[in-house]
């Protein structure tokens, strides 16, 4: 497709359990971006890949949230021991390598915690 | 407080009418992007400003960066139900884009 596609599009799961975030990011964009937005904290960073460069984690809210980006090109973010207050949308956004390239958002998916 | 704050919280308006949303950021903007949402979706880039005093159009909407670059408007003419949805500003604090502080976010309702 020609846009970010985020999977699953929803997602239910009891609180302990561990998910997995997936998102294909536009062909040929090697910058690749996780937020987060919840009611009460708005749209917050997570996690920024370029290229072949050591991701900026510096978002991710403890340490049971981590992110992969195998071959430049797919992330997963995964969230272990899931609690409630993970419960969110979580987005996921790409970008063409360069100053100021705007980011363009996936639908997101969205994450209910039991 | 917040690093972005964007006013009104949220707005509801007649079609035809005309209205503005403004961004205020605490620190210096490097760049400023602005976003719809609609409910259920992913953010939809409208437009990008850098330089200070920088205006920019898209068909009825237009986006300021002011002198200082410590706040932005959008402005739409005209409103229409299709311009309903949830407008964030994002601001770039270093110049790379690579993370992006957004604004709370503003409302809008455009009533037939």
């Known amino acids: 497709g020609a846009g970010v596609s985020q999977s699953p599009s929803n997602k239910v799961t009891e609180k302990g359990k561990d998910v997995e975030l997936r998102c294909d990011p536009i062909s040929g964009h090697t910058a690749l971006y996780w937020y987060r937005q919840s009611l009460g904290q708005g749209l917050e960073f997570l996690i920024y890949?370029?290229?072949?460069?050591?991701?900026?984690k510096s978002g991710l809210p403890s340490d049971r949230f981590s992110a992969e980006r195998t071959g430049g090109s797919v992330s997963t973010l995964t969230i272990q021991r899931t609690q409630q207050e993970d419960s969110a949308v979580y987005l996921c956004a790409s970008s063409q390598q360069g100053l100021n390239q705007p980011q363009h958002f996936g639908d997101g998916t969205r994450l209910s915690i039991l | 407080s917040q690093e972005l704050e964007q006013s009104p919280q949220s707005l509801i308006v007649q079609e035809g009418k005309n209205l503005t949303i403004n961004c205020t950021s605490s620190k210096t903007l490097y760049g400023l992007y602005w976003y719809k949402q609609k409910y259920g979706e992913g953010l939809i880039f409208l437009m990008m400003l850098q330089k200070g005093g920088e205006e920019k159009s898209h068909e009825k909407i237009t986006a300021k960066l002011d002198e200082k670059k410590q706040q932005s408007s959008l402005h739409i003419t005209a409103s229409q139900p299709s311009h309903a949805g949830i407008y964030l500003c994002?601001?770039?604090?270093?110049?790379?884009?690579?993370?992006?502080?957004f604004g709370t976010g503003t409302r809008l309702q455009v009533t037939l």
């Open positions: 890949f370029q290229g072949n460069s050591a991701p900026d």
């Open positions: 994002g601001a770039d604090r270093g110049g790379t884009a690579s993370k992006l502080t």
